[in-house]
């Protein structure tokens, strides 16, 4: 049990909600001696790690710092084998939701003392990056974009979460009208004759804090939930979007909702959005399932 190990946190100088990060320590403090090293830079971040030893690693944040973590260990090859704790102090806390952590970093704290150990998917590109939660491509990616913005100039406030909303408005005023080739594992489910406004790849069920894209996925079992949305015309956009609000969105007459271990998109070039991190311009990628890459602690 987690109560006798002693932990090693790591938290990011710019990770949000910072002001709940003492409370949960002292609740951690309670059971088991913790060890906690704050990182600003990649570099620091690898050195940490490289003292972490068989310590479950808790990674104070979100997304987007868990992913930091896994990515190191994962360039490493370090990351099998190896137990992870998260606490959710960041804007959006997608992957917390997915796999039932609280958000409350107090509630998380306890959760994390009583919890055991859990296998969980990780999804690979043919570059060696890794998605811990969702990449998506289209629409999607361009919300990020733009949210990204946003989320930096009101994250001083404390409203960095209204980012994500104000980003996928914006986008969906002008969103990307692609024609692109996505099979999975090896079906072609869509093809250039056909443009898509997006395409998702999900590991976990929900992106910008709270929006399920993929409400089916699992990152326990073994495989991706993939989303093709060809609602490109004024009207199904503004359909799409009711039905995302109401999670109906996959059961569209203009949307593939399907599952496998290996995807891949290609075609026009795209903009993606993985974890939360906006890269491109891309012409091809590729991502498979790996099972059970890490162990995650959780309820």
Not at 47 to 72: E, K, Q, Y
Not at 84 to 92: E, K, R, S, V
Not at 134 to 152: I, M, N
Not at 208 to 227: H, K, Q
Request: include cysteine; glycine fraction near 12%.
């Amino acid at each position: 049990m987690l109560a006798v190990e002693p932990l090693l946190l790591i938290t990011h100088a710019d990770a949000g909600s910072s002001g709940q990060l003492g409370p949960a320590l002292d609740v951690l403090a309670e059971h088991t001696s913790v060890e906690v090293c704050e990182t600003s830079n990649p570099g620091e971040l690898d050195g940490v790690l490289h003292r972490a030893g068989s310590r479950p690693i808790v990674v104070a944040g979100g997304d987007g710092s868990l992913h930091a973590v896994i990515a190191t260990l994962y360039r490493r090859n370090d990351l099998k084998g190896k137990v992870l704790g998260l606490l959710p102090l960041g804007t959006g806390n997608d992957f917390a939701r997915t796999v039932g952590m609280p958000l409350d970093a107090v509630a998380a704290a306890k959760a994390i003392v009583s919890a055991r150990p859990r296998p969980m998917d990780l999804v690979v590109d043919e570059l060696g990056e890794v998605v811990v939660n969702s990449v998506h491509v289209g629409a999607g990616a361009l919300a990020s974009r733009r949210g990204a913005t946003w989320k930096e100039r009101l994250g001083p406030f404390g409203l960095g979460i209204v980012g994500y909303p104000i980003g996928a408005a914006l986008a969906a005023v002008r969103p990307p009208a692609l024609r692109l080739h996505v099979e999975v594992d090896g079906r072609v489910v869509a093809d250039v004759d056909r443009k898509v406004l997006m395409v998702a790849v999900g590991n976990g069920a929900s992106v910008g804090g709270g929006t399920e894209l993929t409400p089916e996925a699992d990152p326990r079992d073994g495989e991706v939930d993939v989303l093709v949305s060809f609602a490109t015309t004024p009207m199904a956009r503004i359909g799409y979007t009711l039905d995302l609000v109401r999670r109906h969105h996959p059961d569209r007459d203009d949307t593939v909702y399907v599952r496998g271990s290996q995807v891949s998109v290609s075609g026009e070039s795209f903009w993606m959005s993985a974890d939360g991190e906006v890269t491109g311009p891309e012409g091809r990628r590729t991502w498979h399932v790996e099972r059970a890459a890490y162990s995650l602690l959780v309820p």
